[in-house]
């Protein structure tokens, strides 16, 4: 025992300058995330204060921003998707809004998030030429951005949960959108999934304020799209 203690005491002599430096950056690189993740949250709360509203007081807007999330095995919107799919329903019924973009991930032939939203808001009597896919949004910048860049889209109400609407609201005016937001509170009641969901909503701000400070382009980019006016002009 004693030699391995005297080993490691020679091995840390030899060594000291090298740990002393690690240690010392280590210290400076947690300090630097906690304060670069505190300062992200307060700009993503401040740039979002006073465009969240309810659904009820929401403005209207020409088209819901629907941001996608888990589809479950059997093609269907999990509970998550389906509780967003279902306010930009009633946005859309009660005449908040005039088409609905849909905007998640299609990561391959077997899985595909905007055909999913598609077919479960045609199934409760969206018409589907009022709905249209975007099959890149990969996350949540990406949707902002494609939203604005590929589909034209100015004005906009976004809808996800309560806990994602800030930053989501707080991109999507980043990149040129005039967004307002509604959230959804009903997925509320699977608890153990919301909470994990919203305990990540920290470094996801953070990583928010390094994709809008690096202005970086999304995963996939492409030509204009007209789906976004053909909807907007269909009667």
Known sequence: MRGRFGALRRWYAQRRPFVRRTLVALVVGAVLLTGGTLASVRWIR???????????SVP?????????????????????LAARLEIARRLFVGG??????????????????????????????????????????????????????????????????????????????GLGIDATGVGDETAK????????????????????????????DPAHLGRRETGVDDALRAA
Not at 46 to 56: Q, T, V
Not at 136 to 152: K, Q
Request: with cysteine; charged share 25%; net charge neutral.
């Open 96 to 173: 908040k809004v005039r088409a609905i973009l849909v905007s998640g991930d299609n990561m391959n032939a077997d899985y595909n998030e905007p055909a999913a939203m598609l077919g479960w808001l045609v199934d409760r009597g969206v018409p589907a030429r009022k709905v249209v896919l975007d099959y890149a949004g990969f996350d949540t910048y990406d949707s902002c951005a494609r939203a604005e860049r590929i589909f034209g889209v100015r004005r906009a109400t976004v809808v996800t949960q309560s806990f994602h609407l800030p930053r989501a609201v707080a991109l999507c005016r």
């Open 189 to 216: 009641r699977y608890a153990q999934t919301w909470r994990i969901s919203s305990s990540r909503e920290n470094g996801a701000c953070l990583k928010a304020a390094l994709d809008l400070l690096s202005g970086r």
């Open 60 to 80: 209207d807007a020409p088209v819901a921003l629907v941001l996608g999330t888990k589809v479950d095995a059997d093609g269907s919107p999990s509970p998550f």
């Open 46 to 56: 401040d740039a979002a204060d006073g465009h969240i509203y309810s659904e009820a």
